[in-house]
């Protein structure tokens, strides 16, 4: 059974696998090409890039994203950068030090092979960026510019001011298009993949809804693609987009795809809080921001005073209290649950009390401002004098991001601190994948932020990015080739088919249900109470008893959900409501894997942190001797699951436990 | 800043599909919080419509945070609402008073057809951008990115133009629905970049030409477009536009 989990990695030296897949693999004649069919779902970095890519190397191609346009893909809205191993500044960087930047920073839960491939392509990405159009941010010199990210120690990010998820995506987009324009892609958005059409065991087709018309639509491919995104919405309240979701992965997941690592989950410190009961999304505010922001609380509990009005001695600034090495830039995870510490004592701020400070004061005051007045050559600036200028030199750096907290909030960043607090970001679980990006369905591959990647348990800034367009340009096209390779004989076939049409009907018969129901409550509403489920029990911390627990509240509100939910309309028309049923009834079943997955890992690491496991002194406590493996859940049916596990070997690191102190 | 309940009439356009008519629909809310968005507004109604057996109104949205372009909600006569350089999802509701009436329709042109009540199809802004809205580099043809020296000023102002959020605002705010300043944003970005340079003629003759075949409306220079674009996309952009296609009917002849 778990040979269907050997992950493929290519013998021989780390540095030489890739070079020596590309050189090795099967390829397809141009005149084959033609007469094979990919489906692509999903138009994000990796759909897009994976869609064009295929279609310039001659593949017949088909893209399917839910939104009204391929450019509106989640990956729009990604703020900081995307990191490659260019080693433009000098600084010492390698593709060895990202690829060892990113083991560690997953806490030792990725696979080597796959991760070095990802630095190895990085520098790949970036010219192909470029070449595209895409406005990265330069030098005077004309140079590109880096920025540095995440706590590594050298400057790797490449970024468009806030933007650049938007640029890169536009960047993919137009080469989308371009082949759209050519003919080569035939683009379906507004369209759903509600079921994926296996037959005689290989993935040979999508069932997917036209969300205009309704109607349920047959697509044949040779191979097919998910591109789908994370799904951080099952915990309703995240950063990610409004309509992201698990579905696509999760009805391959039904259909023999095993699912990886689902409960390591992102969260991500700096968040604007929530401000009240019809909140429906949390925007973040970029991790660059801790560069110059130092985070505290008030040393009294309660304390009811204006944040400007608390002495410095009476403030804790508790990340540089406890983490004197690395401070306010400590990795992701750490500084979330520090804050959720806190908060849980009594020492939040802000209306709601679950928000530390975000302060600029000091910084705008003696780094930018003291610098600002000594080029000016002004001898004993006042503080005014200091304040005015160090805010002239952080507006050029963050501006949009301070213009973005006052409008949601009010307050004016430059004046009193930013509140904040964690929020869910980003998925590091998802369809397990080999190193050709195949799930266990032959002919089924996961993309980007919708496979379990290349992040182990926690990722690092600016890598989500890179390692979707790594997917999406460099990688898939080699390996679908492959596999594609041993195709040539296949003739598409017809939609008639019975495994076709048995799809269809059993997406026709849960439509149906839906709509039957006539319930009362509102899907919104189911997808709320299961999001404050998923964050108490499957959040920051996490414990046995809240798991288990959560586990049997899960199942209650399915059950009720199927009796009591009140989806209005037809199916026949444009209805985001039956849209967002499938996709809520869809978390219903993942929340609780995920909680399983929870529960087996008696172990913290990376996001992933269990209450009964953890040092004297509050920090994470890993088990590398019983769980160095991806859990990978093979679907058995209603709430059964088995477990296998793919145990990953270390052969170019060496394991340590992290820290930062 | 929990500051006091408003309440808020809403006047909105209900349209079942694309054939059939519309109308103005009236709903009372009492509770609105300035601190929500506008969106979150009409979740808030959704919900109670949803609750007493009604049909929610359907609109477009999914970032929430001014970038994907999803959000188009034409509210009080202006497209996004009344304030400058924002989005629908960017507005919230201390921008009203208690008591106030708030019209919302949807985009209006004849490019961008009636789905259902708040939402249009923008599909023709995609097939201009397939007309030539890109660089003709496919996958690993790429140079080392560092070889291509681009002053800063050029970048920025390419940065600038490629900020667009392809949101349509600019065509809902136009009297003439033209769609000049959306597709000058793109010809813009890749002409003022070397790496658009080879293909600039060709670009900008099909990218004008699919404007046209959609149907757009021609500019008349009222400026309307940039002043309600949340994305502020300078009209310069049109007027390197129509410099641009000038010289390539020029050159191309
Ligand atoms: C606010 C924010 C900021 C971020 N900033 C950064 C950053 O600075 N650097 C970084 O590296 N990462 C960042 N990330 C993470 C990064 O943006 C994402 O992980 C990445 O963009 C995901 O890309 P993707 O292509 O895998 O999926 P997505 O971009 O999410 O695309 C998913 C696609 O799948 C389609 N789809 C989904 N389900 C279906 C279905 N059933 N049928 C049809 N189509 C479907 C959607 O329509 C969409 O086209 C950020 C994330 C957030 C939320
Ligand atoms: S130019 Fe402005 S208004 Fe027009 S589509 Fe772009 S962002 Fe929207
Ligand atoms: S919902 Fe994305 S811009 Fe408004």
């Given at each position: 059974m778990s040979n269907k989990l050997d992950s493929k990695t290519p013998a021989g030296p780390l540095a030489e696998k890739w070079t020596q897949y590309r050189s090795t693999v099967p390829l397809v004649n141009p005149a084959n090409k033609r007469n094979l069919e990919v489906i692509v779902v999903g138009t994000g970095l990796a759909g897009a890039s994976a869609a064009a890519t295929l279609a310039e190397l001659g593949y017949k191609v088909k893209a399917f994203c839910f939104q009204d346009s391929p450019r509106r893909a989640h990956s729009i809205a990604a703020q900081g950068g995307i990191n490659a191993a260019k080693n433009y500044q000098n600084d010492g960087d390698s593709v060895y030090r990202l690829f060892y930047d990113t083991i560690k920073g997953g806490d030792y839960r990725a696979r080597e092979g796959n991760v070095y491939r990802l630095a190895e392509v990085s520098v790949n990405i970036i010219d192909q960026c470029v070449a595209q159009g895409v406005p990265f941010a330069r030098e005077y010199g004309g140079t590109l510019s880096n920025r540095s990210f995440g706590g590594t120690q050298v400057q790797r990010t490449f970024y468009a001011a806030g933007q650049t998820g938007q640029q890169l995506l536009l960047g993919a987009y137009s080469a989308l298009e371009r082949q759209v324009g050519l003919g080569n892609v035939k683009m379906y958005a507004r369209h759903e993949m509600l079921d994926v059409v296996t037959i005689d065991g290989k993935a040979r087709g999508i069932i997917a809804r036209n969300?205009?018309?309704g109607k349920l639509e047959r697509h044949f491919g040779h191979a097919v693609l998910l591109c789908t995104g994370g799904y951080g919405n099952v915990f309703y309240l995240s950063t990610n987009a409004m309509g992201s979701n698990v579905t696509a992965a999760w009805k391959a997941h039904r259909k023999g795809a095993y699912f990886g690592n689902p409960c390591f989950t992102q969260i991500h410190p700096t968040c604007i809080p929530v401000s009240g009961h019809y909140q429906s999304k949390l925007t973040l505010m970029s991790e660059s921001l801790r560069n110059d922001g130092r985070i505290w609380v008030p040393k009294q509990i309660d304390d009811k005073r204006h944040p400007n009005d608390i002495p410095e001695e009476e403030r804790d600034y508790y990340l540089e209290r406890r983490y004197p090495a690395f401070g306010n830039l400590v990795p992701r995870d750490i500084a979330s649950r520090a804050a959720k510490e806190r908060c849980d004592a009594g020492y939040g701020v802000g209306p709601s009390k679950m928000a530390v400070y975000l302060d600029f004061a000091y910084n705008l005051k003696n780094k930018y401002g003291r610098a600002e007045a000594s080029k000016l050559g002004i001898?004993?600036?006042d503080d005014a004098t200091l304040l005015r200028l160090g805010r002239e030199v952080v507006k050029e750096k963050y501006g949009n991001l301070f213009d973005m907290y006052k409008q949601i909030t009010n307050e004016d960043p430059y004046e009193v601190p930013m509140r904040i607090y964690p929020a869910v970001h980003y998925t590091m679980g998802g369809l397990w994948v080999d190193y050709e990006l195949m799930t266990t369905v032959p002919g089924l591959y996961a993309l980007g932020e919708a496979n379990f990647s290349d992040h182990g348990a926690n990722r690092l800034g600016a890598s989500a990015l890179m390692q979707g367009l790594a997917d999406g340009y460099f990688v898939a096209p080699y390996t679908v080739g492959s596999y594609l390779s041993k195709e040539i004989h296949t003739k598409p076939i017809n939609t008639d088919h019975e495994a076709f049409v048995q799809a269809e009907q059993a997406v026709q018969a849960r439509l149906d249900q839906f709509l039957q129901v006539k319930g009362t409550k509102s899907v919104e509403s189911y997808h709320r109470e299961l999001g404050l489920i998923m964050w108490d029990k499957c959040g920051m911390a996490r414990s046995e008893a809240g798991l288990k627990n959560a586990i049997q509240e899960i199942r209650a509100l399915r059950d009720d959900f199927y009796k009591n939910v009140r989806v209005p309309g037809?199916?026949?028309?444009?209805n985001p409501e039956l849209d967002k049923a499938g996709r809520v009834a869809d978390f219903l079943e993942l929340g609780e894997l995920m909680c399983l997955d929870a529960l087996d890992r008696n172990e913290s690491c990376g996001g992933h942190f269990r209450e009964e496991y953890q040092t004297e002194d509050g920090e994470a406590l890993r088990d590398d001797e019983a769980y160095r493996y991806v859990a990978a859940w093979e679907y058995k049916g209603g709430s059964d699951w088995s477990l296998h596990k793919e145990a990953l070997e270390y052969e170019n690191i060496k394991i340590a436990q992290r820290s930062y102190k | 800043m929990g500051s006091e309940a408003m309440k808020i009439n809403l006047k909105v356009w209900r349209q079942p599909n694309s054939k059939a008519e519309g109308k103005f629909e009236t709903y009372q809310l009492n509770e609105v919080s300035p601190d929500m968005s506008f969106l979150e507004m009409f979740d808030v109604l959704n919900e109670q419509l949803i609750t007493d057996g009604g049909e929610p109104v359907a609109f477009d949205h999914d970032c929430r945070e001014g970038i994907c372009g999803m959000c188009s909600m034409f509210i009080n006569g202006r497209p996004h609402g009344p304030k400058q350089g924002i989005t629908t999802c960017q507005l919230h509701m201390r921008s009203f008073k208690d008591g106030d009436t708030i019209v919302v329709e949807p985009w209006r042109a004849q490019s961008f057809?009636?789905?259902?009540?708040?939402s249009v199809d923008r599909s023709a802004f995609d097939r201009i951008i397939a007309s030539?809205?890109?660089?003709s580099v496919n996958t690993g043809n790429a140079v080392d990115a560092n070889s291509i020296l681009i002053p800063k000023d050029t970048a920025d102002e390419a940065f600038a133009a490629a900020t667009c959020i392809g949101c349509g605002a600019c065509v809902a705010a136009c009297k003439n629905s033209s769609a000049m300043l959306f597709v000058s944003a793109k010809v813009s970005q890749l002409s003022l970049l070397p790496q658009g340079k080879a293909e600039r003629e060709n670009r900008v003759i099909a990218m004008v030409d699919q404007m046209d075949k959609e149907g757009f409306g021609s500019c008349t220079n009222t400026g309307a477009c940039s002043a309600e674009c949340p994305k502020e996309i300078d009209l310069s952009n049109i007027a390197r536009m129509n410099r641009e296609y000038v010289r390539a009917k020029l050159v191309s002849k």
């Amino acid at each position: 059974m778990s040979n269907k989990l050997d992950s493929k990695t290519p013998a021989g030296p780390l540095a030489e696998k890739w070079t020596q897949y590309r050189s090795t693999v099967p390829l397809v004649n141009p005149a084959n090409k033609r007469n094979l069919e990919v489906i692509v779902v999903g138009t994000g970095l990796a759909g897009a890039s994976a869609a064009a890519t295929l279609a310039e190397l001659g593949y017949k191609v088909k893209a399917f994203c839910f939104q009204d346009s391929p450019r509106r893909a989640h990956s729009i809205a990604a703020q900081g950068g995307i990191n490659a191993a260019k080693n433009y500044q000098n600084d010492g960087d390698s593709v060895y030090r990202l690829f060892y930047d990113t083991i560690k920073g997953g806490d030792y839960r990725a696979r080597e092979g796959n991760v070095y491939r990802l630095a190895e392509v990085s520098v790949n990405i970036i010219d192909q960026c470029v070449a595209q159009g895409v406005p990265f941010a330069r030098e005077y010199g004309g140079t590109l510019s880096n920025r540095s990210f995440g706590g590594t120690q050298v400057q790797r990010t490449f970024y468009a001011a806030g933007q650049t998820g938007q640029q890169l995506l536009l960047g993919a987009y137009s080469a989308l298009e371009r082949q759209v324009g050519l003919g080569n892609v035939k683009m379906y958005a507004r369209h759903e993949m509600l079921d994926v059409v296996t037959i005689d065991g290989k993935a040979r087709g999508i069932i997917a809804r036209n969300l205009v018309s309704g109607k349920l639509e047959r697509h044949f491919g040779h191979a097919v693609l998910l591109c789908t995104g994370g799904y951080g919405n099952v915990f309703y309240l995240s950063t990610n987009a409004m309509g992201s979701n698990v579905t696509a992965a999760w009805k391959a997941h039904r259909k023999g795809a095993y699912f990886g690592n689902p409960c390591f989950t992102q969260i991500h410190p700096t968040c604007i809080p929530v401000s009240g009961h019809y909140q429906s999304k949390l925007t973040l505010m970029s991790e660059s921001l801790r560069n110059d922001g130092r985070i505290w609380v008030p040393k009294q509990i309660d304390d009811k005073r204006h944040p400007n009005d608390i002495p410095e001695e009476e403030r804790d600034y508790y990340l540089e209290r406890r983490y004197p090495a690395f401070g306010n830039l400590v990795p992701r995870d750490i500084a979330s649950r520090a804050a959720k510490e806190r908060c849980d004592a009594g020492y939040g701020v802000g209306p709601s009390k679950m928000a530390v400070y975000l302060d600029f004061a000091y910084n705008l005051k003696n780094k930018y401002g003291r610098a600002e007045a000594s080029k000016l050559g002004i001898d004993n600036p006042d503080d005014a004098t200091l304040l005015r200028l160090g805010r002239e030199v952080v507006k050029e750096k963050y501006g949009n991001l301070f213009d973005m907290y006052k409008q949601i909030t009010n307050e004016d960043p430059y004046e009193v601190p930013m509140r904040i607090y964690p929020a869910v970001h980003y998925t590091m679980g998802g369809l397990w994948v080999d190193y050709e990006l195949m799930t266990t369905v032959p002919g089924l591959y996961a993309l980007g932020e919708a496979n379990f990647s290349d992040h182990g348990a926690n990722r690092l800034g600016a890598s989500a990015l890179m390692q979707g367009l790594a997917d999406g340009y460099f990688v898939a096209p080699y390996t679908v080739g492959s596999y594609l390779s041993k195709e040539i004989h296949t003739k598409p076939i017809n939609t008639d088919h019975e495994a076709f049409v048995q799809a269809e009907q059993a997406v026709q018969a849960r439509l149906d249900q839906f709509l039957q129901v006539k319930g009362t409550k509102s899907v919104e509403s189911y997808h709320r109470e299961l999001g404050l489920i998923m964050w108490d029990k499957c959040g920051m911390a996490r414990s046995e008893a809240g798991l288990k627990n959560a586990i049997q509240e899960i199942r209650a509100l399915r059950d009720d959900f199927y009796k009591n939910v009140r989806v209005p309309g037809g199916q026949f028309e444009f209805n985001p409501e039956l849209d967002k049923a499938g996709r809520v009834a869809d978390f219903l079943e993942l929340g609780e894997l995920m909680c399983l997955d929870a529960l087996d890992r008696n172990e913290s690491c990376g996001g992933h942190f269990r209450e009964e496991y953890q040092t004297e002194d509050g920090e994470a406590l890993r088990d590398d001797e019983a769980y160095r493996y991806v859990a990978a859940w093979e679907y058995k049916g209603g709430s059964d699951w088995s477990l296998h596990k793919e145990a990953l070997e270390y052969e170019n690191i060496k394991i340590a436990q992290r820290s930062y102190k | 800043m929990g500051s006091e309940a408003m309440k808020i009439n809403l006047k909105v356009w209900r349209q079942p599909n694309s054939k059939a008519e519309g109308k103005f629909e009236t709903y009372q809310l009492n509770e609105v919080s300035p601190d929500m968005s506008f969106l979150e507004m009409f979740d808030v109604l959704n919900e109670q419509l949803i609750t007493d057996g009604g049909e929610p109104v359907a609109f477009d949205h999914d970032c929430r945070e001014g970038i994907c372009g999803m959000c188009s909600m034409f509210i009080n006569g202006r497209p996004h609402g009344p304030k400058q350089g924002i989005t629908t999802c960017q507005l919230h509701m201390r921008s009203f008073k208690d008591g106030d009436t708030i019209v919302v329709e949807p985009w209006r042109a004849q490019s961008f057809p009636v789905i259902k009540d708040l939402s249009v199809d923008r599909s023709a802004f995609d097939r201009i951008i397939a007309s030539g809205g890109f660089v003709s580099v496919n996958t690993g043809n790429a140079v080392d990115a560092n070889s291509i020296l681009i002053p800063k000023d050029t970048a920025d102002e390419a940065f600038a133009a490629a900020t667009c959020i392809g949101c349509g605002a600019c065509v809902a705010a136009c009297k003439n629905s033209s769609a000049m300043l959306f597709v000058s944003a793109k010809v813009s970005q890749l002409s003022l970049l070397p790496q658009g340079k080879a293909e600039r003629e060709n670009r900008v003759i099909a990218m004008v030409d699919q404007m046209d075949k959609e149907g757009f409306g021609s500019c008349t220079n009222t400026g309307a477009c940039s002043a309600e674009c949340p994305k502020e996309i300078d009209l310069s952009n049109i007027a390197r536009m129509n410099r641009e296609y000038v010289r390539a009917k020029l050159v191309s002849k």
